[in-house]
């Protein structure tokens, strides 16, 4: 699980963008938060997180009221969020034996984030999140509800074993629909309990919408169907794409339907855009198909302020600006004329309008987001929006218009304010888009080191040291080339040892971070590590089958354990320094005696003794004596 989050890098370019200012807040707007903030931090003391936690958050909150008492309401209102924000808590559904969290994450998904949306109010907002089914090291598929007044997340719905494509939240806030494989979850955003599941897909389900009323919903599949679904009775109700034509027999990507809720749009793998008005006679239901996006995808559709403007983006590198219709499907002057809105200098994946229909947001695989404004009749670039590490995967306006939502193939969701040019709260303790491999206590209980991974990015590839008193990161230890899979304290806690990928074993420094030996010999994955409770023995396991014991002082070799056909096992040293090897994920498998492995089977090692080379070097190893007259 991942328990950080990235900062945020916002870079705006200005064009002359003239975006109206809120109204004033009123004075009962901040005392309303203060309120909230004082009850926030009261449960943090509550759950005995240290005082010293919240030096930050009370620093914040100090400074809105004193903005508020010089009548700066606006500043106060921003001061006391920024507070809200900072106040640590315990994250819903953890374990009960679990009270405390290093590093927690706010806005964090620990696998790519696939969609957001907002619910009604903009309160709160839901993101899902899953790897492409193939991947076989992806985290089972959920989707969070966040509070965005806190950044803290309020609800899991861990419904899907496939990845969550889309998720979509009812206009009267009663339901959230998300995909999960071939079929569609309806569920409560209060309990998390599932309502219904729609089913009638025969392959996975990529593109979601509901009907403003709240009681249809409109789904989209690589089964190349466009159905539409009564919520109420969990049943098909019309397939609006059963009898199109072999250009529009094509993977959908995304659906939409119209701020009247008479038509329904949807795009495809084809680049075809199609329209219909579901009310109309079977025959007449088709009342548009435009070639979109020739020769190419059409990731994303949505409507205007109402249907007589029509949006699309795909993989040839532009959005489109569309005449529309009219309300009821009749074409308009000019329909299918289309205005390219040219910028991205690759596939644009991510498409999102305000409710008033004046700001238009792309988001493409060129990592940027592009704020566009509608009010000139045609898109005029107001901003772009820089960050993301990897491709925009979603976007989504907050019903007031005032926030932007996205999120990228990494495991996090940002929020940007674009009326004031701020990227709204980053919390961060590692580097963005890592994740927690490992873990260890420092003996005296003060420090827990943590190794971070990402295999595409080695810049991440780092231990990091937490004050378990504050939560907060103290050290970043920079050294590996490959992921970080374990860490272990000396028992004295004055140096560190991490495994790698890069088949290293690195000894740290703890007070200056600084590396003191890098020690090299695996063949593979170095993916446990131990020192032995007198200090001066190292052990390192790998992948490549075998334990290997270093001086810890000089970082010498001393021998190479290997077991037969043994491609993985964990090894610590018992308080007498007797070997123990962990044999999976299950505790009562571990074997408090020497062992060795024949195949798939574990003998007693005096059975397998002959097996190695040097006479007394077991009895040496295990028992801490006579290691340099074996040797």
């Known amino acids: 699980m991942t328990y950080h989050i990235p900062y945020a890098l916002f870079l705006s370019a200005l064009s002359g963008l003239a975006i109206a200012q809120d109204k004033q807040p009123a004075v009962a707007d901040v005392q309303a938060l203060q309120k909230k903030f004082q009850e926030e931090r009261a449960e943090a003391l509550d759950k005995k997180f240290p005082a010293s936690t919240l030096a930050g958050a009370d620093e914040q909150a100090k400074r809105a009221e004193e903005a508020a008492k010089a009548g700066n309401l606006s500043g106060a209102l921003r001061m006391i969020r920024d507070a809200r924000w900072q106040v640590p808590y315990v994250p819903t559904d953890l374990p009960p034996n679990i009270d405390r969290v290093l590093g927690i994450a706010r806005m964090r998904h620990g696998d790519i984030v696939t969609a957001v949306a907002y619910s009604p109010s903009g309160e709160k907002i839901a993101t899902a999140s899953g790897r492409h089914v193939l991947d076989k090291t992806s985290k089972a598929a959920v989707v969070k509800i966040w509070d965005l007044g806190n950044g803290r997340e309020v609800k899991t719905y861990p419904g899907s074993k496939d990845p969550v494509k889309s998720v979509a939240w009812s206009p009267d806030g009663k339901w959230i629909a998300s995909t999960a494989g071939n079929e569609i979850h309806i569920w409560d955003p209060e309990t998390g309990k599932l309502k219904k599941s729609l089913t009638g897909h025969e392959k996975p389900v990529s593109a979601l919408a509901f009907h403003p009323d709240s009681n249809v919903l409109a789904s989209g599949s690589d089964d190349m169907s466009v159905p539409l679904w009564d919520i109420e009775k969990g049943a098909e109700t019309a397939n609006l794409n059963a009898d199109a ?57 949505v ?16 959005a489109k600006q569309w005449i529309g219709l009219g309300p009821d499907g009749e074409h308009l002057p000019g329909h299918g004329r289309p205005t390219k809105i040219e910028g991205h200098t690759n596939t644009v994946t991510a498409l999102a309008i305000t409710k008033d229909g004046k700001f238009l947001a792309t988001g493409g695989t060129d990592k940027t987001i592009r704020l566009w404004d509608l009010t000139p009749g045609v898109a005029r670039l107001a901003r772009v929006f820089q960050g993301h590490s990897e491709e925009v995967s979603s976007l989504a306006f907050s019903p007031d218009g005032k926030t932007l939502a996205t999120s990228s193939d990494r495991a996090y969701v940002r929020l940007w304010d674009f ?34 991974s990402e295999m ?60 003191m030996r890098a020690l090299e010999g695996h ?61 999976g994920d299950d505790p009562a498998a571990v074997r408090q005696y020497p062992v060795c492995r024949v195949g798939p089977r574990t003998f007693p090692f005096e059975l397998c003794a002959g097996r190695f080379e040097i006479p007394g070097l077991m009895p040496a190893v295990l028992h801490g004596d006579g290691l340099d007259e074996v040797l």
Request: aromatic share 10%.
């Open 245 to 301: 034509d072999k250009k529009a027999k094509a993977q959908i990507y995304s659906v939409a339907f119209s701020p009247n809720g008479k038509l329904v749009a949807a795009v495809n793998d084809n680049g075809l855009m199609q329209i219909w008005n579901p009310s109309l006679d079977k025959a007449k239901r088709l009342v548009s198909g435009l070639d979109a996006h020739a020769s190419s995808t059409a990731y994303q559709v």
């Open 303 to 318: 409507f205007g302020k109402d249907t007589s403007v029509i949006f699309t983006s795909g993989s040839d590198y532009v």
């Open 456 to 515: 595409s990015f080695p810049k991440w590839h780092k231990v990091w040291l937490w004050d378990v008193a504050t939560g907060h990161p103290v050290a970043a230890l920079d050294g590996h080339q490959g992921s970080v899979t374990s860490v272990a304290f000396s028992r004295d806690g004055r140096a560190l040892a991490s495994g790698s990928t890069d088949r290293t074993v690195q000894i740290w420094d703890v007070a200056t971070g600084k590396t």
């Open 523 to 583: 063949d593979d994955s170095v993916d446990s590590i131990a020192f032995a409770h007198g200090g001066s023995v190292l052990a390192s396991g790998s992948k490549d089958g075998s334990v290997r014991l270093w001086n810890a002082a000089s970082g010498a070799p001393l021998l190479v354990l290997r077991a037969i056909e043994s491609k993985r096992a964990g090894y610590a040293f018992t308080p007498d320094n007797s070997a123990v090897e962990f044999l």
């Open 419 to 452: 009326a004031t040019g701020d990227p709204l709260l980053r919390f961060a303790g590692t580097d963005p888009d890592s994740y927690v491999s490992a873990l260890t206590f420092s003996p005296d209980g003060k420090l827990v080191a943590t190794g971070a």
